[in-house]
T-cell receptor, first 114, second 116 residues
């Protein structure tokens, strides 16, 4: 079982629709969770972080966390063509000295169609 | 620009050559990380520094790989005797080592290595 699993997609949604991206993780000790957006050929860009069960909203983005089910999701409302990218789910483990080791999924490719 | 910067952005080398990448983190960040990303995969953790101390290394980091952060500021990642399997994007990230410890990492643009 992979530590962080995502559906690779592509997930295609029409412009203006809600895109729903899902992620499951295996380490119950994980404490913080992140969504990164990565455009082709570019580096990952942090878009959402979530630390406790429930929903966290930031603009058009909502992250949802359910630790009992080991499940994280990202909703993108009013999807725009500029949202077309690969979305990476990452879970955090605290390292020696307090550093952070992020384990990433393989990413879900999102395509927003006109 | 106050983000994480990496150099060079692209490197093409022949198998067996040595390559070195440099990373300059965000100035107030004392934690620095190296990750590697291959096509179709998420980034994989390689190593982590707190100030100048290298505190953790992944088993992915073979003996041919060495990373340093001599003065707790910039870092270098050297790959000796490169192999075609080393072809990847090498990503540097930094974070602020404060009490909040949010775990948020900020990535540079990466150094893409192609080994022929």
């Amino acid at each position: 079982q992979k530590e962080v699993e995502q559906n690779s997609g592509p997930l295609s949604v029409p412009e203006g629709a809600i895109a729903s991206l899902n992620c499951t993780y295996s380490d119950r000790g994980s404490q913080s969770f992140f969504w990164y957006r990565q455009y082709s050929g570019k580096s990952p860009e942090l878009i959402m972080s979530i630390y406790s069960n429930g929903d966290k909203e930031d603009g058009r983005f909502t992250a949802q966390l359910n630790k009992a089910s080991q499940y994280v999701s990202l909703l993108i409302r009013d999807s725009q063509p500029s949202d077309s990218a690969t979305y990476l789910c990452a879970v955090n483990r605290i390292l020696t000295g307090g550093g952070n080791k992020l384990t990433f999924g393989t990413g879900t490719q999102l395509k927003v169609e006109l | 620009d106050t983000g994480v910067s990496q150099d060079p952005r692209h490197k093409i080398t022949k198998r067996g050559q040595n390559v070195t990448f440099r990373c300059d983190p965000i100035s107030e960040h004392n934690r620095l990380y190296w990750y590697r990303q291959t096509l179709g995969q998420g980034p994989e953790f390689l190593t982590y520094f707190q100030n100048e101390a290298q505190l953790e290394k992944s088993r992915l980091l073979s003996d041919r790989f060495s990373a340093e952060r001599p003065k707790g500021s910039f870092s270098t990642l050297e790959i000796q005797r490169t192999e075609q399997g080393d072809s990847a994007m090498y990503l540097c990230a930094s974070s602020k080592g404060d009490r909040a410890n949010t775990g948020e990492l900020f990535f540079g643009e990466g150094s893409r290595l192609t080994v022929l």
